[in-house]
């Protein structure tokens, strides 16, 4: 076994790819996962192997994170004693941890903002050289409040015990409320901005590592309470970047200088799904599928409708392509996903994004980010583009595990991993086989009724896999940890 996680270990330092992956990120930092959803394309899997028999996987548990929850948890890079540490970033605070023979535990962190309840943040940023991104996003120009950007680093170099320092900061002033960011191809950071619901326009724009502000672009809302902020984005290769908002997916270019719309899909993601406070129109951050010459580029994100649709969008229309009659013609096509159901009217039955492998999507039944309730409900389904037709293909439905956030995917034991509620205020984690769905792995985490900051509960975070085989992700207030023996 062990020499099975030394050989994917390798391939993942090598850039490990079998044509379907895209090209890794070379500003990136050095890491088993280093960015939200895993890589630029927002694809959710792993090379590493994780647990496959729940015996041999003991539980460890960090309480005492305050500031409340972090979507995302990463990898650092190597430290020079080869040690790793762990970053989370959630409301108020910016978190570094190392993992000890007793469990993980904070060795640094910084107090960022005392609001957590108006600056709730979903996203920071890590390159290399132990470099990270955290931000602000409060915007009140009445009270001369603003978006800010923090650069930190360790105070003292190459230490893992280092404390944390702001080395440097951006002010985006009257850009607006920007919560979402990415680093390109070209180790600059791109961001956009939200547009308070319709009411002002959605500003995107690219600054330096140094902070200098290279470019924006502003887009003019189409009214009608269309919203832009609710979803991250990827980025490709060329530096292009895919933006949703609630009623088109816009493709934007970037050249080096100038920052141009290279093209924009109307298409209706909110139909006859819930108007709830965060139902915005697709709860999912899009994903890129295909990579390298001959394959189909697509765009993948699940619609907002009462039953839920999974769609593809071009990236690249094929030259023999045919328009679907009423339908753009960058729109792939869609199939509806059998497990989903709405369980309030403020969320989509689908919030957390799709796991992506190859021409392959999984992706689960949502239950809210804040406690699962008695009773949540179930299902998790994975779905095919098949190339040779240009359509979606139903490969199973597993109606019978809740896996509440966004799952990720081991080539290394070919399981998809997550983690649910079950009846009792039981929490459990299990891995389907990718190929089945079948239950393959589940381990009892832990009993909690707690509604909010419940220490097991998954609000829709993500799953990291560390060269040991070991899964960690984020609970309320806490980090769980799935230690491989």
Same mark, same amino acid.
């Given at each position: 076994m062990k020499r099975i996680l030394l050989l994917f270990g390798l391939l993942f330092e090598l850039g490990f790819s079998q044509g379907f992956e895209p090209p890794p990120n070379p500003h990136l930092a050095t890491s088993p996962w280093s960015i939200y959803h895993g890589n630029s394309a927002r694809q959710s899997f792993s090379v590493l192997a994780g647990p496959t028999k729940e015996d041999l996987v003991e539980v460890k548990l960090l309480k005492g994170i305050k500031g409340g929850t972090s979507p995302w948890t990463y990898?650092?890079?190597?430290?020079?004693?080869?040690?790793?540490?762990?970053?989370?970033?959630?409301?108020?605070?910016?978190?570094?941890?190392?993992?000890?023979?007793?469990?993980p535990r904070i060795v640094s962190k910084l107090k960022i903002n005392k609001d957590w309840l108006k600056s709730f943040g979903w996203n920071f940023l890590q390159t290399k050289g132990n470099v990270w991104y955290?931000?602000?996003?409060?915007?009140?120009?009445?009270?001369?409040?603003?978006?800010?950007?923090?650069?930190?680093?360790?105070?003292?170099?190459?230490?893992?015990?280092?404390?944390? /320092?702001?080395? +440097?900061?951006?002010?985006? =002033?009257?850009? &607006?409320?920007?919560?979402?960011f990415g680093i390109n191809y070209s180790g600059q950071i791109v961001f956009a901005s939200d547009n308070d619901k319709g009411k002002s326009d959605c500003t995107v724009g690219v600054l330096s590592s140094q902070f200098e502000l290279l470019d924006t672009l502003k887009i003019q809302s189409l009214g009608n309470n269309e919203i832009f902020g609710h979803n991250a984005f990827p980025i490709d290769e060329n530096n292009s970047f895919y933006i949703l908002s609630s009623k088109r997916l816009i493709r934007f270019d970037w050249d080096g200088q100038k920052l141009t719309v290279a093209f924009e /899909?109307?298409? +209706?993601?909110?139909?006859? =799904?819930?108007? &709830?406070?965060?139902?915005?129109?697709?709860?999912?951050?899009?994903?890129?599928?295909?990579?390298g010459e001959d394959h189909d580029k697509l765009v993948i994100l699940a619609d907002g409708h009462e039953k839920n649709n999974l769609i593809a969008f071009w990236r690249e229309v094929p030259e023999d392509w045919i328009p679907i009659e009423g339908q753009h013609i960058y729109f792939a096509g869609k199939i509806q996903l059998p497990a989903t159901k709405r369980f309030s009217k403020k969320f989509q039955s689908i919030e957390n994004s799709p796991t992506v492998y190859g021409y392959d999507v999984a992706i689960a039944q949502f239950n809210g980010f804040l406690g699962q309730g008695k009773?949540?409900?179930?299902?998790?389904?994975?779905?095919?583009?098949?190339?040779?037709?240009?359509?979606?293909?139903?490969?199973?439905?597993?109606?019978?595990?809740?896996?509440?956030?966004?799952?990720?995917?081991?080539?290394?034991?070919?399981?998809?991993?997550?983690?649910?509620?079950?009846?009792?205020?039981?929490?459990?984690?299990?891995?389907?086989?990718?190929?089945?769905?079948?239950?393959?792995?589940?381990?009892?985490?832990?009993?909690?009724?707690?509604?909010?900051?419940?220490?097991?509960?998954?609000?829709?975070?993500?799953?990291?896999?560390?060269?040991?085989?070991?899964?960690?992700?984020?609970?309320?207030?806490?980090?769980?940890?799935?230690?491989q023996q």
């Open positions: 990898f650092t890079e190597k430290y020079p004693n080869g040690q790793r540490a762990l970053l989370q970033s959630n409301s108020t605070h910016f978190y570094k941890i190392l993992d000890t023979k007793s469990g955290t931000y602000d996003p409060k915007y009140n120009p009445a009270k001369n409040q603003y978006t800010r950007l923090f650069k930190i680093e360790d105070k003292n170099k190459g230490n893992p015990y280092s404390s944390l /320092v702001i080395k +440097d900061t951006f002010n985006f =002033g009257t850009i &607006g409320k920007v919560q979402h /899909v109307p298409y +209706d993601f909110v139909g006859d =799904g819930p108007r &709830g406070r965060w139902a915005e129109g697709s709860g999912t951050t899009p994903t890129l599928m295909g990579f009773n949540p409900l179930k299902g998790v389904q994975k779905v095919r583009w098949k190339t040779e037709t240009n359509q979606f293909q139903l490969q199973w439905v597993n109606t019978d595990i809740n896996m509440n956030g966004v799952l990720t995917y081991s080539l290394g034991s070919n399981l998809v991993y997550g983690s649910g509620r079950e009846e009792g205020c039981n929490y459990y984690y299990y891995g389907l086989d990718w190929t089945t769905g079948e239950l393959k792995f589940r381990k009892f985490l832990g009993r909690s009724c707690k509604k909010l900051f419940n220490p097991y509960d998954d609000g829709g975070n993500q799953q990291i896999i560390d060269e040991d085989g070991s899964i960690y992700f984020s609970g309320g207030g806490s980090l769980v940890k799935l230690e």
